[in-house]
C-alpha cells in the first residue's frame, strides 16, 4: 500500500521559516518514468495549488509565488522529499499537501490538483502570521 505521510507543519510569523517533510512508503516507480513527487497546498474554499515538484533527476518546478523563497529537495533512497520554506508570508497559510504520480513530468505534475489521481497525503497545516 503506498503512503505518504507529511509532517512539519507550524505556527510561525512572517518572515519565519519551515521544513516540511513528506515521507513515502510503498511506492516504487517504473523504468523510465519520470516518478515526480510535489507538495501542493489548498485554502478552504479555493482550489487546491501546486507549489513546488521534483522528478527522479532531480529537475524542480516552483510556482511563481514561491520562487526564491521554497526549495524542494529529496534524499538518494527517495524516500523523503522535504520543502524548505523560508521567507514566508500570511499568503502561505494553507494545508500542504504532499503527492507521488510516477507518470507525470517535471513541467505537468504542478497541474495534477485532481486528488483522484496519484497518491496523496493527509496534509500537514502551515499557518503564518503578520
Known amino acids: 500500500e503506498v503512503q505518504l505521510v507529511e509532517s512539519g507543519g507550524d505556527s510561525v510569523q512572517a518572515g519565519g521559516s519551515l521544513r516540511l517533510t513528506c515521507r513515502i512508503s510503498g511506492y516504487s516507480c517504473q523504468p523510465s518514468t519520470p516518478c515526480s513527487v510535489a507538495w501542493f497546498r489548498q485554502v478552504p474554499g479555493r482550489e487546491r495549488e501546486g507549489v513546488a515538484g521534483i522528478d527522479i533527476h532531480g529537475n524542480t518546478d516552483y510556482d511563481d509565488s514561491v520562487k526564491g523563497r521554497f526549495t524542494i529537495s529529496q534524499d538518494d533512497s527517495k524516500t523523503f522529499v522535504h520543502l524548505q520554506m523560508n521567507r514566508l508570508e500570511p499568503e502561505d497559510t494553507a494545508k500542504y499537501y504532499c503527492?507521488?504520480?510516477?507518470?507525470?513530468?517535471?513541467?505537468?505534475?504542478?497541474?495534477?490538483?485532481?486528488?483522484?489521481?496519484?497518491?496523496w497525503g493527509q496534509g500537514t497545516q502551515v499557518t503564518v502570521s503578520s
Open positions: 503527492m507521488a504520480d510516477g507518470g507525470a513530468t517535471i513541467g505537468t505534475i504542478l497541474h495534477r490538483t485532481d486528488p483522484n489521481f496519484g497518491h
